[in-house]
């Protein structure tokens, strides 16, 4: 059997009159399945308001209090698909991340979709937090690489998420160097750490209009550790912190 299906972004579905228009627009179109996407919907255990306003059919809906523009939907318009039932699940992502205490993943993953990074620096702070970065440890253990030791030369460690950022010599040699620039930027009491660094998390919570600022800063350092590694891998390009490509 031949479906017609439609995918269309709506740009937010959250307020009523949004809801309602955007339905009645859909409701003209000749199609067995819509597929809303960026419906702009918060995360709720049921979203019966808004089952209730498609009349034609089942509709499931989801929405997530990580990004605002989240949310997608589908909405059936044929008696020839059967919804047997849908779960809506969490989708905030409190996992564990190595090395963190109880509660503090939860600053992690807000962290990583932190609106003030641009959407390359989201990606990557999300692999780094998921420790998929694919470095070679990573790369290794999944028999796509053929070692898993540091690029670097004269380096030869286990190059792990960890070490690429925060313990290998080009590493530490750019946290030397900025350490002075930023310390002055950070609140009393806090200094560069690995957790600091890697996921945002410090000693004490960080006030948001310092975290505002620092956290992208420290996200575009990583992204130069990552783009030099990559050059130096690549291209066999050596290039020291004052060289990188910012
Ligand atoms: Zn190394």
């Known amino acids: 059997m031949a479906f017609n299906i439609t995918t269309i972004n709506v740009r937010s579905i959250k307020t009523e009159i949004r809801a309602q228009s955007v339905l009645s627009f859909l409701e003209r179109f000749n ?9 702009g919907l918060p995360f709720l255990s049921s979203y019966r ?4 306003k498609w009349q034609h059919g089942p509709s499931i809906w989801s929405g997530s209090n990580f990004n605002k523009n989240d949310g997608v939907a589908i909405l059936i ?8 039932g849908s779960t809506v699940v969490d989708r905030e992502p409190v996992c564990p991340v190595r090395g963190l205490a109880i509660g503090e993943p939860t600053t992690v993953w807000r962290n990583v979709a932190h609106p003030a990074l641009l959407n390359r620096h989201r ?32 380096c ?10 925060w313990e290998c010599r080009a590493a530490r040699d750019l946290w030397k160097e900025v350490g002075p620039l930023i310390s002055p930027c950070l609140p009393a009491g806090e200094d560069l750490t690995p957790q600091l660094v890697l996921y945002g998390v410090g000693r004490r919570p960080i006030p948001p209009k310092a975290f505002t600022k620092l956290w992208p800063t420290l996200t575009c350092l990583k992204a130069a550790l990552w783009s030099s590694r990559n050059l130096l891998v690549a291209k066999q390009v050596n290039t020291t912190p004052r060289q990188w490509p910012w």
Do not use: N, Y
């Open 123 to 154: 990606d990557l702070s999300w692999m780094v937090a998921h420790e998929i970065l694919p470095v070679r440890a990573v790369m290794h253990s999944r028999g796509m690489a053929r070692t898993s030791a540091c690029p670097r030369p004269g």
């Open 77 to 84: 318009k044929t008696p020839h698909v059967v919804v047997r």
């Open 49 to 52: 308001k808004w089952e209730d």
């Open 156 to 165: 030869g460690q286990e190059e792990s998420v960890r070490h690429l950022l």
């Open 31 to 39: 199609s067995d399945v819509f597929l809303l996407q960026e419906c």
